[in-house]
């Protein structure tokens, strides 16, 4: 069985790909060798026709990986909205062939595949198929991105109970501060609140960083995420 996270959030811009480079950078820590993938990404950068896709491209470049960013993202589109509407504007279906492939080669080759979803849960891919599913079809524990700030509790739970109502299986949640800190109330009570009250652990809460480059997403990781909540989905079945 391929071993790996499928990281969702509670919303888009939350802070998934941040978290998808902080994990392959924590779990790499632990010893493993780890690849990450991106597999639908829409608002690509149009460079002379040929697609760019910004997060697979920060996680490949993170991941120190050598495949071909088509590995990594298989589907691009450059309409910056959910890959139903994207792919209808343009004409291109998803194609999941590709997407299945590319996810059996990584998974052959590194020990484990952090694979970033689009959006949040129900994203629509196709008219049928969400990112929920696509979540099922890669048979991945999810990780839950979520913000620090009010509103954050009932997206948060939305989010987990539906999954664990449809049968997934949730390891954790990231809290992120995707914007610099207000110090609010809410801010300061939140991430005790849902240690408390979700169904699943908080895996911690990650800060805001004032740049990407570097160690400072790997030092952050190492001080913030608790990394034995993970550790046993790779090490057990599951
Ligand atoms: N911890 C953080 N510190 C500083 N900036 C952050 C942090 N987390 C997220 N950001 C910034 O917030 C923005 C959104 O983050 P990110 O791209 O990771 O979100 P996302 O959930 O992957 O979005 P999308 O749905 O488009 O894939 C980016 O500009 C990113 O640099
Ligand atoms: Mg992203």
Do not use: W
Request: aromatic share 6%.
């Amino acid at each position: 069985m391929a071993k790996g996270f499928f990281i969702t959030g509670t919303d888009t811009d939350v802070g998934k790909t941040v978290i998808t480079v902080a994990l392959i950078k924590a779990i790499g820590r632990l010893g493993f060798s780890v690849g990450g993938m991106k597999p639908i990404e829409s608002g690509c950068l149009d460079e002379s026709a040929i697609l760019l896709p910004a997060d697979g491209m920060f996680i490949r470049t993170a991941a120190h990986m050598e495949e071909g960013i088509r590995h990594i993202t298989p589907c691009c589109f450059r309409s910056p909205l959910a890959p139903l509407p994207a792919s209808e504007i343009e004409g291109a279906p998803v194609d999941f062939e590709k997407i299945r492939k590319a996810f059996a080669d990584l998974s052959r080759k590194y020990d484990v595949v952090v694979v970033e979803g689009i959006g949040g849960l129900l994203v629509p891919i196709t008219k049928d198929y969400s990112v929920i599913d696509m979540a099922r079809d890669f048979d991945l524990p999810l990780v839950v991105v979520t913000k620090p700030t009010l509103g954050t509790i009932n997206h948060t739970l939305l989010t987990v109970n539906y999954a664990i109502k449809e049968g997934l299986r949730v390891a954790g949640i990231v809290i992120n501060y995707n914007q610099p800190p207000e110090n609010s109330l809410a801010e300061r009570t939140n991430p005790e609140l849902l240690g408390r009250i979700s169904p699943v652990p908080v895996i911690g809460t990650f800060p805001h960083l004032k740049d990407m480059e570097g160690p400072t997403i790997e030092k952050a990781a190492e001080e913030t995420l608790d990394m034995s909540i993970l550790g046993q989905y790779l090490t057990k079945d599951i």
